[in-house]
């Protein structure tokens, strides 16, 4: 099933999807395509930038939530619900975003952009970390990788990604998107010892 275009319908479906892995993870420290971190850390990731980058290009602001280390479940649902009042409300949703990194434009933009966009990706990482379906909308991920490849130079470097992995060219997108983004995409998780 596609992605919805508007970004308060696309945020609600990538949140929710999210939401899902959360409440399917049963182990907090396993370990994630992505080397330092553990499934905890993903969740945290998502929860602890966004805030600083929401106040950095406009006056509105998340509430708190409970920490990721208390309840991994509900200081996401807390996060995800603060985003989704910013969406649902169309005067916040249209409010300017004025951050001094990218182009003003409207909040709403913003969020997608740069915020939906980064859970949908980390959605993999979760997923995968914690055996859970990992597949993506390959619509979307054509969009993202296209999008992210038309300004690389940028993203590299803003130090934010890792090393772009080779995969072929006729690869399924999914896996193109994830190789850009410097995660391998036949990563599976260690095996761990009781």
Known sequence: MALPADPAARHRAVADRFADLVRGTADWDAPTPVAEWV???VVSHLIEWFP???AGG???????????????????????????ALLDDPVA?????????????????????????DVFM??????????????????AC????????????VIRSSGQFGVRREVAADAPAQDRLMAFIGRDPAWRPPRRTP
């Open 122 to 139: 980390h959605t993999w990482d979760l997923a995968r970390a914690t055996g859970q379906a990992d597949a993506l909308d390959p619509t």
């Open 93 to 117: 949703a249209e409010s300017a975003f004025a951050h001094p990194y990218v182009p003003e434009q409207p909040l709403a933009t913003a969020i997608d952009r740069f915020y939906t966009t």
């Open 52 to 54: 600083g980058f929401l």
């Open 39 to 41: 499934a905890r850390d």
């Open 58 to 84: 406009t006056s509105h602001r998340l509430p708190t939530g409970p920490a990721v280390s208390a309840d991994p479940l509900a200081a996401w649902q807390a996060h995800s619900e603060g985003v989704q």
């Open 142 to 153: 054509a969009e993202v990788l296209s999008g992210m490849e038309a300004m690389e130079k």
